[in-house]
């Protein structure tokens, strides 16, 4: 199936507004039947999950210093929303391999 220029906007929408994009795609019919979309937006809905869970422990753990580390997830998600928009399968140490494994995209 060709990737058009909608699949990949919608892809890198995801990661930039990641997960209320990705929860939106997966709930349009047309949007989730596409392989692209979907594999990007599940990507990116488990990674924003994945993401504020370390962010968290970080802070916590470091009585707040370790705030630095929310802008630099939000270069990498925007990193990851530019090789989306270039029509480029993400691959997410970890996080791919896990979706592919739980049969997600």
């Known amino acids: 199936m060709e990737t ?3 699949d990949k906007l919608w892809s890198a929408l995801s990661y930039v507004f990641a997960p209320l994009v990705g ?6 019919e047309e949007k989730k039947s596409r392989p ?4 990007h937006a599940v990507q990116s ?3 924003s999950i994945a993401f504020w869970i370390v962010s968290t422990i970080l802070i916590t753990v470091t009585i707040g210093f370790g705030g630095f580390c929310v802008p630099v997830l939000w ?7 530019y090789k989306a928009y270039q029509g ?4 997410i140490p ?5 979706i592919k494994s739980q049969g997600w995209a």
């Open 88 to 91: 480029e399968m993400v691959n």
């Open 4 to 6: 058009t220029s909608d």
């Open 75 to 81: 270069l990498i998600f925007l990193y990851w929303a």
């Open 45 to 47: 809905i488990v990674a």
């Open 23 to 28: 929860i939106i795609v997966l709930l349009m």
């Open 36 to 39: 692209f979309i979907k594999f």
């Open 94 to 98: 970890l996080i791919t391999n896990f």
